[in-house]
């Protein structure tokens, strides 16, 4: 594996070895000897909590009410712009979309999600500033505050909570970026729907790094590695590998054979990467009736937000129909 150590910006930790590209991204994350420091709970134990976001017979109920809510925020977003307004999809759509996500998939009033989105708001972003694995006092009392507020029986939705508020507007505004430069027809999202939100999530995910450390150098094909360094995989890197996937910032829906790695991979692959692809889903079909209809042009601009180590997302998506 051909890995680059970056030194420490201080005297006492050792440097992060960064993994780029596809082959090793992949390889490193289903490497047995680099593991998530503190994790008991695995996806591959934790099979029977899969369900738990969205249950299987709650899929046709989600969906609906997941349809309806990007429906109103796009259709009211786009009606909004035609008035030679910009709107900015970011505090339109992307948040809003992702509280009311949250109490659709959580079942949770929407008052309950207003109050817990501050301390949300610090674990995630603690996690998406993060130079090496571990969480902050801070991040660490916000997350034992949402753990209190779900209860005992119910802690696994922190990090769904977290996810649907924080991670999911910032995929949306994203994939939003990506629609506008590279708009897909209504045709192709008629029949390949899947593809296109898989593609999505490849070219948009918001999750651009995961940490792992070394249990044992042993199996590491690597010199001058040692146990307990940390290692950054890359996962923005894999998911736009041209030698995986030309043209990587296209859509291209015949890439069947390869998956992308925009949710990791097994031991820890997303638990709620259902509950988000139905989620995307919803919003995809949305923006196709809205700011996707081919006899509509638009002007946009995006700002990203530069400030982030571990995830990507726009600061802002402005929309002006011209
Ligand atoms: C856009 C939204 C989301 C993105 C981009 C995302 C991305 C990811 C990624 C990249 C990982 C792998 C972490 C690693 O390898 O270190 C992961 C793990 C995980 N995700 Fe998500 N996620 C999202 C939403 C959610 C939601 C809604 C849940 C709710 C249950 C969730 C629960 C988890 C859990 C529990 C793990 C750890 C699995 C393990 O360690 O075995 N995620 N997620």
């Not at 339109?92 to 009311?100: D, E, I, R, Y």
């Amino acid at each position: 594996m051909a890995w680059v150590y970056a030194e420490p910006d201080n005297e006492v930790d050792r440097g992060v070895w960064r993994v780029s590209g596809y082959a090793d991204g992949f390889a490193a994350l289903t490497h047995r000897d680099l593991l998530i420091p503190g994790s008991v709970q695995t996806s591959e134990t934790a099979g029977a909590r899969r369900e738990q976001v969205v249950a299987g017979d709650e899929r046709g109920r989600v969906r609906e009410q997941l349809d309806g809510s990007a429906r109103l925020l796009l259709e009211s977003a786009c009606a909004d712009s035609r008035a030679e307004c910009t709107v900015e999809l970011m505090a339109l759509v992307c948040k809003p979309f992702g509280a009311q996500a949250a109490a659709i998939m959580l079942d949770m009033p929407a008052a309950d999600v207003q109050r817990l989105e501050d301390d949300a708001r610090v674990v995630w972003r603690d996690a998406a500033m993060a130079r090496r694995p571990g969480a902050s006092a801070e991040a660490l009392r916000a997350t034992a505050a949402l753990a209190n507020a779900f209860g005992a029986d119910a802690v696994h939705k922190v990090q769904a909570f977290v996810a649907l508020t924080y991670s999911l507007p910032a995929l949306l505004g994203n994939v939003f970026a990506q629609l506008l430069e590279y708009p897909v027809s209504s045709r192709q999202w008629r029949d390949h729907p899947r593809q296109i939100v898989e593609e999505l999530l490849r070219v948009a995910g918001p999750a651009k790094v995961v940490y792992r450390v070394v249990d044992d150098v042993a199996r590491l094909d690597q010199t001058g590695i040692e146990r307990g360094d940390v290692v950054a995989i890359d996962l923005e890197s894999a998911n736009h590998d041209s030698h995986v996937f030309p043209e990587p910032l296209q859509l291209n829906l015949a890439r069947e054979t390869t998956p992308h790695v925009a949710f990791g991979w097994t031991p820890h692959a997303c638990l709620g990467a259902g509950a988000i692809r139905l989620a995307l889903g919803s919003v995809v079909g949305a923006w196709m009736t809205t700011f996707g209809r081919e006899m509509v042009r638009w002007t946009w601009r995006t700002e990203a937000d530069d400030t982030l180590v571990t995830m990507r997302r726009m600061q802002r998506v402005d929309v002006t129909c011209v």
